[in-house]
């Protein structure tokens, strides 16, 4: 089992930005393909980035790409999702997710069921 969790959700205007962190307390996320997804209320949960094992490959959501940067640094045991040009429909809670089964980044990433575990996810909010 591994455990994953978020920080650095909260409250910000639009055009701002936040960098979100993921960390496995006690593990390393050097094995795993690593994945953002968020939800907002009433919608489905939805792919925001994904980055391989060793942090080479990356691939984004349409609505984020340009403006959020997925980065992983195996040393520290982080995912990290940047976010700028923030807007109130990034409004969600944002999780990070892990695939222990693959090395490389495929189109099967973009779903949910690919990854093996999640965190509890961080609150963000994105005022107008």
């Known amino acids: 089992q591994v455990q994953l969790v978020e920080s650095g959700g909260g409250l910000v205007q639009a055009g701002g930005s936040l960098r979100l962190s993921c960390a496995a307390p006690?593990?390393?996320?050097?094995?795993?393909?690593m994945g953002w997804f968020r939800q907002a209320p009433g919608k489905e949960r939805e792919f925001v980035a994904a980055i391989s094992r060793g942090g080479g490959s990356t691939v984004y959501g349409y609505s984020v790409k340009g403006r959020f940067t997925i980065s992983k640094d195996n040393a520290k045991n982080t995912v990290y999702l940047q976010m700028s040009g923030l807007k109130p429909e990034d409004t969600a809670v944002y999780y990070c997710a892990a695939d222990d089964d693959s090395s490389n980044i495929e189109s099967w990433h973009r779903i949910q069921s690919t990854y093996d575990y999640w965190g509890q996810g961080t609150q963000v909010t994105v005022s107008s």
């Open positions: 006690g593990r390393t996320l050097g094995p795993f393909v």
